[in-house]
């Protein structure tokens, strides 16, 4: 069967070998009476990431030219490249049937959107276009679950594998398109799992024969990049694992021997994760009915909040200068709340990674996208925020930071007014810490008062001295402490005007919203003196070593 391999390899090994940014894959075919190692291997290469190589994917357009591949996929590559996150190669191993995939990881230019575009072709040169989709746990922006395409055959290890709660923190699931149906889901693993887990959940189900899952014992410790299942289109059940870990050293000699390179490498990856980050990840003492409580959160009316909040939804006190605090309020102008944001691009390198953590309507990320050239993934518990934000482009995740983990690391962890929102802050923070470098917040604190529920029950309030010792507490050093409460409090004179304007309703959120900005503004001076808004910069404790593991904006496929 790997007759050819070793040509293969040294064919490859002249245009990858020595990239310091590679990594190689190969797949295992499971049906209901056999295992198949399926013949193609494929290389992963990032921008330029040769030491030789200009900027690009000079390696892939060699490649191309190279095997001699049709020209509209030479064209969809070079259209794609600019926007490439990585780009992956393919080839079967044998002569006559010998088949080529070209995968292009890439980012939309309008809309920011992460996906995947596939081509496959052969010696006729017939080129088959596939598109994939990623979306983070549980469901898609429009309803789409994965459990809804999984042939019913596979049901039952499609389940007991996405009821592995890692995989729910902190992973997702692409969908495959091939001729306008969806044909195939795939689970990620970014942490890189030995087989064993797949194992042991075939064990339980029905779906192998006895000698199907013996011979694949013999694969077990090898690391899981991803997991594939047809979909109930496709013409028959069956379950493809990918197996994908970085390739540095000595050029593979042959197809046993790139196994063997993945397998180490893989196990080591995921060794060190379990070290560095999981062996230190605080448990959540939050517990509540719902790991999604919508009710709250969720409106029916987007215009009706665009009209409170304006045009760019920024749910979050606006910062005023002297000059507006003391004259006449001008409660069109959303430039105080533009100006909440971009204070904070100081605290924030210019093209940063950003965890955005409660997110809302999205207002900060927009701002950080678009005039600081920022990478930000939100995050949000509301179901209704999620599919608005989605549908205006940016990338959310709907979660609850309480019970899941971010999904990879990240430059800077962001909590703009969201962690008075959190019940278990001090876990929170020692879990942010694992994944990020910087923390940025705003929170507000009440020290006029013992600690209390309020905002119907949403905000659990603590003293500006206990946020201090939790931050501390969790291993982040403050760098930067200050109360911005005065250059904030006209914003409730701004948000009471505009809800005026509007009659009362049914939103619970909304109403619980109108009540609270009556109430301060009947006593601004003394609520304001006994509610600070506490900005807090902190920096990571230089002890915690950054974790390598895979998140949104890495190759998950």
Not at 18 to 35: F, N
Not at 66 to 83: F, W, Y
Not at 153 to 166: A, M, Q
Request: aromatic share 10%; net charge negative; with cysteine.
């Amino acid at each position: 069967m790997h007759a050819s391999e070793g040509l293969s390899l040294r064919f490859f090994g002249t245009f990858f070998h020595g990239a310091p940014q590679l990594h190689a894959e190969w797949s295992l075919r499971i049906s209901e009476t056999e295992i198949d190692e399926r013949s193609r291997i494929t290389f992963w290469i990032a921008p330029g990431s040769a030491a030789d190589e200009e900027p690009g994917f000079p390696s892939i357009e060699r490649l191309l030219e190279a095997t001699e591949a049709p020209e509209a996929v030479r064209e969809r590559q070079k259209i794609l490249s600019p926007d490439c996150i990585w780009q992956g190669f393919g080839a079967s191993s044998g002569s006559a049937d010998r088949e080529y995939a070209l995968y292009l990881h890439h980012s939309d230019t309008k809309t920011g959107e992460v996906r995947y575009d596939a081509c496959k072709w052969g010696a006729e040169g017939v080129v088959e276009s596939s598109r994939y989709e990623f979306f983070f746990f549980p469901c898609a922006p429009d309803g789409r679950r994965p459990s809804g395409f999984i042939h019913p055959r596979l049901s039952g290890t499609f389940d007991g594998l996405v009821g592995n709660r890692r995989l729910q923190s902190m992973s997702g699931f692409w969908l495959r398109h091939r001729h306008s149906q969806t044909d195939q889901v795939d689970l990620v693993f970014p942490w890189h799992p030995p087989l064993q887990l797949l194992f042991d959940v075939l064990k339980r189900t029905d779906f192998v024969s006895a000698a199907a899952l013996d011979a694949l014992m013999a694969y077990r410790s090898h690391p899981v990049r991803h997991v594939a299942f047809s979909a109930a289109n496709g013409s028959e059940p069956a379950i493809t694992v990918y197996f994908s870990a970085p390739l540095s050293g000595d050029w593979p000699r042959d197809f046993p021997s790139l196994q063997e390179a993945i397998r180490i490498s893989g196990n080591a990856l995921h060794d060190a994760l379990e070290e560095r980050i999981f062996a230190h990840i605080p448990p959540c003492s939050a517990s509540g009915p719902d790991a999604f409580p919508d009710t709250f959160y969720s409106t029916g009316s987007v215009d009706t909040w665009r009209r409170v909040l304006g045009a760019n939804m920024h749910y979050h006190f606006g910062m005023f200068s002297k000059e507006e605090r003391e004259g006449s309020l001008n409660i069109f102008s959303d430039e105080p709340f533009e100006q909440a944001v971009t204070d904070l691009f100081d605290c924030i390198p210019y093209g940063s990674s950003v965890y955005d953590v409660g997110c809302g309507w999205g207002g900060p990320a927009r701002r950080l996208s678009r005039d600081h050239g920022c990478r930000v993934l939100g995050c949000t518990i509301s179901e209704t925020q999620y599919r608005y934000l989605f549908a205006s482009g940016l990338q959310v995740r709907y979660a609850d930071a309480e019970t899941t983990l971010p999904p990879g690391f990240f430059d800077c962890m962001l909590l703009l007014e969201s962690l008075e929102h959190v019940r278990d802050k001090a876990g929170l923070l020692g879990r942010l810490r694992l994944f990020g470098n910087k923390l940025v917040m705003r929170v507000h604190c009440q020290d006029g008062a013992p600690n209390s529920v309020n905002f119907a029950g949403t905000m659990h309030m603590i003293r500006s001295t206990e946020l201090r010792g939790m931050i501390e507490e969790a291993g982040w050093h403050i760098v930067h402490w200050r109360n911005r409460r005065e250059e904030s409090m006209p914003s409730l004179r701004v948000w009471h005007e505009r809800l005026a304007q509007i009659p009362p309703g049914r939103d619970v959120h909304l109403e619980t919203f109108r009540s609270f900005c009556s109430r301060v503004c009947q006593c601004e001076e003394e609520w304001a003196a006994n509610n600070p808004l506490i900005e807090v910069v902190a920096l990571r404790e230089p002890s915690v070593m950054q974790p390598t593991v895979a998140g949104a904006g890495s190759r998950q496929r």
